[in-house]
């Protein structure tokens, strides 16, 4: 099924990239759909089960997997909106299917596959996709951000090979020669201490590029701002998650060795440094996607807090990554209808937002409510418990500086979201705005309720889930 | 004999390092290439003979012959000035580059492991941090991408140091190779030759925060 499911996924990408026919494009797009929700609901009945050699379905893999698909379809119906007002012509419209199709099934894979190499495989094709996506709209600017990330991530993905042939040097003096994870963890105790060291250095850093962290993480700024909204939106969450995927799944292995405390170290350095940064460039930025895209950086840091803390900061890390998932591409999902009303990034040229769209408005101040970890957001459970985390295990001092950092973070988002929603600005022509359809935000709110149920009531089943995922980790 | 190889190719690190002209760096990388030829055929006797194949085709054709070629008509076309603009001075960058290798061979030397050839170790390492350095202080981009290339042949020494008890770790190598020649050659350098007319990494400033 697995084999169908991968095969069935690049021929529709394929279909798409050759179809120059309006319908057949939402036929095939549709059909994307269906194969995707049923792939899902496939790896949820075959839980904990192993497919095609390279790809498992566990805990934390159908987590993600979930998230992926539930954000995939509103992404897509976002992208027939979007395609349908920029008079796109065939052939690009094309392009930006098949990327589309492609970016998502080459994240499933990622998340499933059980296999290091597997996983650089699919983080190889993933960048393809999303840099045709920040190609869209052809021009100087699209082309800056393209160039900029394809040559951020080529030397990333060259990092996390060069992290893989590390690790296989220090499997070697065990005498075995499977990158498997599950081989990992069986030969943890006998992996060379110096190479391991190196490989965990290499590959953190490469999958930084992914999950948006110093010192990699301004590719993903620039994609996130040149791509268009809906693509932006599943390049700021689940692509970020496929980069925590990676990075958890090794992570798990350094930390039942004797490098546990040191990975640590270097994790809490990447995190401090990523929250320092996005605080520095929130107080300083002035377009809004960009905001949206620091404000992930910002996050990401927070959840590498959570790992290197440990006990109840694994827990916490993983809900983080997925309820940010859900809050952050909502944002995103908004702000072609922000930008259809004030037609600018910049929030500058926004304001009073809420005469204008009441029901956007209120999914900018609700996403604003939730992206800043303010009770009812479900993101305030999992950050309280991820500064539980780091109080428990005595880092105060990291506490206290992250606790600064967000208090800024809080300030210079909220100064510039209440601004877009309250404060009118010069130069309106009020006559011609466009009229926008309120239920083009039902998606977000789908989105944002979901992110508030799983943080404050969250069903049996998925605590299991998160408890289960981080159980390989040492308590 | 793989020794002497891989000895040339650390002294092409330096001469490329004090190199003024675009066209000598396309010349290192294909010499870069056939050396890898070469060591991928002395070094990996113990695999398949049609992986074997693979491989050798894959530097060859690949490494050796078309990217090289591919790179001297995108220098043609394009009409980038021939000079390959360095931030520092040649003597300079000669230091730089005779630094990293020698701190990569202390390093190397204080490794007590029986299972890696030092060598290969000493070589990909120096190629690494040498290719990071033309990056961070070339201005062009195209030297910027000579630069990846270089980083790339020196991760293939470290696979080979590694390839014939995984000879999957080479094959993923290459697939590293044909993915980023595809990226970064194929797609994106022509349009950057049409936008940009000068191409140097001083004109991609337009996207700002603020």
């Not at chain 1, 300083?284 to 290197?308: D, Q, T």
């Not at chain 1, 459970?381 to 500086?401: A, D, G, N, P």
């Not at chain 1, 510039?416 to 466009?434: H, Q, Y």
């Not at chain 2, 021939?82 to 230091?95: D, K």
């Amino acid at each position: 099924m697995t084999l169908i499911y991968l095969i069935v996924a690049f021929s529709i990408a394929a279909l798409l990239l050759a179809n120059r026919n309006n319908v057949l494009n939402n036929v095939l797009v549709i059909l994307f759909i269906i194969v995707q929700i049923s792939f899902t609901f496939f790896a949820c009945f075959n839980y904990r089960s192993n497919a095609l050699v390279y790809f498992s379905f566990d805990s934390l893999g159908l987590l993600l997997l979930l998230t992926l698909t539930i954000i995939s379809i509103p992404a897509l119906i976002h992208s027939y909106l979007y395609m349908k007002r920029h008079d796109e012509t065939p052939a690009s419209r094309a392009i930006y299917y098949a990327a589309m199709v492609s970016l998502i099934t080459s994240i499933t894979a990622a998340y499933l596959a059980n296999h290091i190499a597997v996983i650089w495989i699919f983080t190889e094709m993933t960048t393809l996709s999303a840099s045709m996506l920040i190609y869209h709209h052809r021009n100087r600017l699209a082309l800056e951000g393209t160039w900029k990330y394809v040559f951020i991530c080529a030397i990333s993905i060259t990092f996390v090979f060069i992290g893989i042939l590390f690790l296989s040097l220090s499997l070697r003096g065990a005498g075995s020669n499977d990158l498997s994870f599950a081989n990992l963890m069986a030969y943890k105790d006998r992996l060379n201490p110096f190479w391991l060291r190196l490989a965990f250095l290499f590959i953190f850093t490469g999958f930084t590029a992914k999950l948006g962290l110093v010192p990699m993480y301004t590719a993903g700024i620039d994609a996130k701002d040149i791509a268009p909204a809906p693509a932006g939106a599943l390049l700021a969450s689940v692509l970020m998650n496929m980069g925590f995927v990676a990075i958890f799944r090794f992570y798990a292995i350094i930390a039942h060795t004797g490098l546990y405390r040191w990975a640590n170290l270097i994790v809490f350095i990447a995190a401090l440094l990523s929250i320092f940064v996005a605080t520095v460039y929130m107080t300083k930025v002035l377009n809004i996607k960009r905001m949206f895209a620091y404000s992930g950086i910002e996050h990401m840091g927070i959840v590498m807090l959570g790992v290197a803390a440990g006990g109840i900061g694994y827990y916490a890390a993983v809900l983080h990554v997925i309820l940010h998932a859900f809050v952050k591409s909502s944002l995103f999902f908004q702000f072609n209808q922000l930008y259809r009303t004030f037609q600018s990034k910049s929030i500058e040229d926004a304001g009073n937002y809420f005469k204008y769209n009441p029901a956007g408005a209120m999914v900018i101040l609700f996403g604003f409510i939730s992206a800043t970890a303010m009770p009812p957001s479900g993101m305030f459970v999992s950050e309280f418990l991820i500064f539980r985390s780091l109080f428990e295990s005595s880092h105060i001092v990291i506490l206290l500086v992250v606790l600064v950092l967000l208090t800024i973070v809080i300030w210079a988002f909220g100064k510039n979201t209440l601004k877009i929603l309250f404060l009118p600005v010069a130069g309106i022509d009020e006559a011609s705005l466009p009229k926008i359809n309120q239920w083009e935000s039902f998606s977000q709110y789908v989105l944002l309720f979901t992110a508030v149920w799983l943080g404050l009531n969250p069903p049996l089943a998925f605590v299991e889930l998160l408890k289960d995922a981080v159980k390989i980790l040492p308590n | 004999m793989t020794n002497v190889l891989l000895i040339i190719f650390i002294i092409s690190l330096f001469y490329v390092s004090i190199a003024n002209r675009l066209i000598t760096y396309v010349r290192v990388l294909a010499l870069q290439g056939f050396i890898l030829f070469g060591v991928t055929f002395m070094q990996l006797n113990k695999i398949e003979t049609w992986n074997l194949v693979l491989i050798m085709l894959e530097t060859i054709v690949f490494k050796a012959i078309a990217v090289p070629v591919f790179l001297g008509h995108l220098i043609k076309r394009n009409k980038i000035t021939r000079v390959a603009e360095p931030y520092l001075s040649n003597f300079m960058s000669l230091i730089i580059v005779t630094a990293i290798v020698v701190i990569t061979v202390v390093l190397a030397n204080s490794i007590q492991d029986s299972h890696l050839d030092k060598i290969f170790f000493i070589v990909s390492l120096s190629t690494l941090f040498t290719g990071l350095y033309f990056i961070a202080s070339r201005k062009k981009i195209i030297t910027h991408v000579m630069g990846y290339l270089m980083i790339e042949n020196g991760v293939f020494v470290l696979s080979l140091a590694a390839g014939n008890e995984m000879p999957n770790l080479v094959n993923l190598g290459i697939m590293l190779d044909v993915f980023a020649s595809v990226l970064i050659l194929g797609i994106f350098f022509n349009k950057i030759g049409d936008v940009f007319k000068d191409a140097d990494v001083d004109r991609l400033t337009d996207m700002k925060d603020y």
